[in-house]
C-alpha cells in the first residue's frame, strides 16, 4: 500500500505542473509519442504475442483475443490518432462564459484539468495509449490500472510513452500500476483526495464492483446492450446491412448490438433473410418464440436479454409495433446505443425522443459511437450516465471548470 500511495502521489504532483503546460509542450510530447509507437512496434508485437499467448492458454474467445491483438497495421492506427488529437484545439484555459455584474465584478468561467484520472481497464492495450493522450492534452496525470490478459503489453506501452515525454513532461504524468492484483483496484478507488476521477472501461462485473466501491467520483463506462430495431416500414436491404455491420465487424466491442427486434408485420419476411447473412458469419442465434416459429433458432429466456455477449452470438425478437420495441429497450438496454431502421420519419423522430440511451440512430450502424467516428481523436471511453458527460467522451469531457473573479474593491453589503 505504501508503494502505491508513493505512486499516486507521484501522479498528483505530476498533475499541478501539467496544469500549467502550454499547448506546444504538450503537442510536441504526443508527437514524440506517435512517433515512437511507430519506432517500436516490433517491441510491441513482441510483448503483445507473450499475451496472446496466454491468453489462448486461458481459452480467451476469438472476440476476446482480438480485442487484445496488436498488428502493425493497429498500431500505425494508433499512431495516426494521437496526430488527430494534437490537430485538435486544446481546451484547458478555454473561456466558457463571462458575466458581467451591476456591482462591477467579471466572472469568467475558465475550462481546467480534473487533476488526476485513474482508468481501470480490461482487455484491450490500445486503451493504454488512448487515455494517456488525451489526459495529456488536457493537462491531467493519469493512473493506468490494465487487466493482467494484456499486462505486457500495456508495460511496453507505457515504458515507450515515458521516454518520449522526459524532454517536455514529467515522467509520472503517465503511472502504470504494473501489478495483478485485484485488491490494488479496492485501495485505489478509495484513494480520495489524491485521484480525482476513476474511470472504468470494461465487463458489468468490473463496472459495477468500481461503482459500488469507489469513494472517488466514478464516470460509468462500457457496458453495451445495444438494439437494432428493424420497423414495418424499414428498406430491408439496409436493415440487413446495419444488422450484419453491427454485429459482426467486432462482436467484442461495447457499440456492437446484442440483440435485433422485429415487428410482427415483417418478420415472416426478415427474420430468413437477416438469419442467413448472420449464419455465413457463424453467428449463432437466439430467439423468442415467435421467432423459433419462423427460423431454426435456440429458444432464450425473457431474462437472456439482460446479457452482453461481446460474442458471435445474438438474439432476435419479434414485437407487436414500435412502441412495444422502445418499452423493450428501455428495459433491458444499457443506456449506450440502439437503432431504428425504417423509411416512416415520424415513427423514427418518436424513437428518437423515447430511447433514453447516450446515443440513439436512425438508419445508421451502432458501430459509429466512438471518440474517432464522432471526431474527438481518441476517447476516454463511452459513459452511460447523464451526469456530467455522456457518450463518447472526447477532450472537453476530461475537463473541469473553475470560476476566475475579478474585482475592484467590492465587498459585500
Keep these: 500500500m505504501e508503494r502505491l500511495n508513493e505512486m499516486v502521489n507521484k501522479a498528483k504532483n505530476a498533475s499541478r505542473i501539467l ?9 510536441e510530447a504526443l508527437k514524440k509519442i506517435a512517433q515512437a509507437l511507430l519506432t517500436n512496434t516490433e517491441k510491441i508485437i513482441a510483448s503483445n504475442k507473450i499475451d496472446l499467448k496466454k491468453g489462448k ?4 474467445s476469438k472476440a476476446m483475443l482480438d480485442r487484445l491483438e ?11 490518432d494521437i496526430l488527430k488529437v494534437v490537430s485538435l484545439k486544446d481546451p484547458i484555459g478555454e473561456e466558457i462564459e463571462t458575466i458581467k455584474r451591476p456591482n462591477g465584478l467579471i466572472i469568467k468561467k475558465i475550462r481546467v484539468p480534473f487533476g488526476v484520472i485513474c482508468a481501470i481497464y480490461e482487455s484491450r492495450p490500445n486503451v493504454s ?3 494517456a493522450c488525451l489526459s495529456i492534452k488536457t493537462g491531467n496525470a493519469c493512473i493506468l490500472k490494465g487487466g493482467s490478459e494484456a499486462i505486457n503489453s500495456n508495460r511496453e506501452l507505457v515504458k515507450i510513452m515515458q521516454e518520449a515525454i522526459k524532454p517536455f513532461l514529467p515522467l509520472e504524468s503517465i503511472v502504470f500500476i504494473d501489478s495483478s492484483d485485484r485488491n490494488t483496484v479496492n485501495q485505489l478507488i478509495t484513494m480520495k483526495g489524491e485521484i480525482d476521477l476513476v474511470i472504468p472501461r470494461g465487463g458489468k462485473g468490473l463496472i459495477q464492483h468500481v461503482l459500488q466501491g469507489a469513494q472517488v467520483p466514478v464516470i460509468e463506462t462500457g457496458a453495451g446492450n445495444c438494439h437494432a430495431y428493424v420497423h414495418k416500414d424499414a428498406n430491408l436491404s439496409m436493415a440487413e446491412e446495419i444488422i450484419v455491420n453491427a454485429k459482426v465487424s467486432r462482436p467484442s466491442v461495447c457499440n456492437a448490438i446484442e440483440t435485433v427486434l422485429v415487428d410482427k408485420e415483417i418478420a415472416d419476411k426478415f427474420l430468413p433473410i437477416i438469419a442467413s447473412k448472420l449464419r455465413q458469419h457463424h453467428v449463432v442465434i437466439k430467439g423468442c418464440q415467435l421467432t423459433k416459429a419462423i427460423i431454426d433458432c435456440e429458444l432464450i429466456e425473457e431474462e437472456d436479454f ?23 429497450i428501455n428495459q433491458y438496454g444499457t443506456n449506450h446505443s440502439d437503432v431504428i431502421i425504417s423509411e416512416n420519419e415520424q415513427v423514427c423522430e418518436d424513437f428518437l425522443n423515447r430511447i433514453d440511451s447516450a446515443c440513439v440512430y436512425v438508419n445508421a450502424s451502432t458501430r459509429f459511437t466512438d471518440g474517432g467516428e464522432f471526431g474527438f481523436g481518441a476517447e476516454l471511453g463511452i459513459s452511460t450516465q447523464k451526469l456530467h458527460a455522456r457518450g463518447p467522451m472526447g477532450l472537453k469531457e476530461m475537463t473541469s471548470y473553475k470560476y476566475k473573479i475579478y474585482g475592484k474593491g467590492q465587498i459585500r453589503i
Aim: charged share 30%; net charge negative.
Design 306 to 328: 439482460y446479457e452482453e455477449y461481446n460474442d458471435y452470438i445474438i438474439r432476435i425478437k419479434v414485437v407487436n409495433d414500435y412502441l412495444t420495441a422502445i418499452k423493450h
Design 57 to 60: 492458454e486461458k481459452g480467451l
Design 19 to 27: 496544469a500549467l503546460k502550454s499547448s506546444q509542450e504538450k503537442d
Design 129 to 131: 495509449v488512448d487515455i
Design 70 to 80: 496488436l498488428t502493425p497495421t493497429k498500431i500505425a492506427a494508433i499512431s495516426s
